[in-house]
Nanobody
Framework: QVQLVESGGGLVQAGGSLRLSCSAS????????MGWFRQAPGKESEFVGA????????YYADSVKGRFTISRDNAKNTVILQMNGLKPEDTAVYSC??????????????????WGQGTQVTVSS
């Protein structure tokens, strides 16, 4: 069983930056493809980005491409979501997720086996 814990959320002004971390325990980070999702109040969960097991491939939603960057440090069992140029519409609870298998449909939550508890990101205008 893998446990995922997010950290780094908070309140920032529009145009600011935040660095979210996802720490994995109970497994080896390199075993899993990793994804980030977000959910705003009253909204459905939305795919943000994903990264392959080795970190050689990354994928982003159009809404965050060019502003957000996903990276991973398998030696530390961590995945990072660097968020720059934040907008009020980025406000949401951000969750990381891990997939045991190769990510065939990386933008679908159904592709992931383990989920973190989420961390709140609030962007003020």
């Amino acid at each position: 069983q893998v446990q995922l814990v997010e950290s780094g959320g908070g309140l920032v002004q529009a145009g600011g930056s935040l660095r979210l971390s996802c720490s994995a325990s109970g497994g080896t980070a390199s075993t899993y493809g990793m994804g980030w999702f977000r959910q705003a109040p009253g909204k459905e969960s939305e795919f943000v980005g994903a990264i392959s097991r080795s970190g050689s491939s990354t994928y982003y939603a159009d809404s965050v491409k060019g502003r957000f960057t996903i990276s991973r440090d398998n030696a530390k069992n961590t995945v990072i979501l660097q968020m720059n140029g934040l907008k009020p519409e980025d406000t949401a609870v951000y969750s990381c997720a891990a997939s045991r298998a190769t990510l065939q449909y990386y933008s679908s939550g159904r592709s992931y086996d383990y989920w973190g508890q989420g961390t709140q990101v609030t962007v003020s205008s």
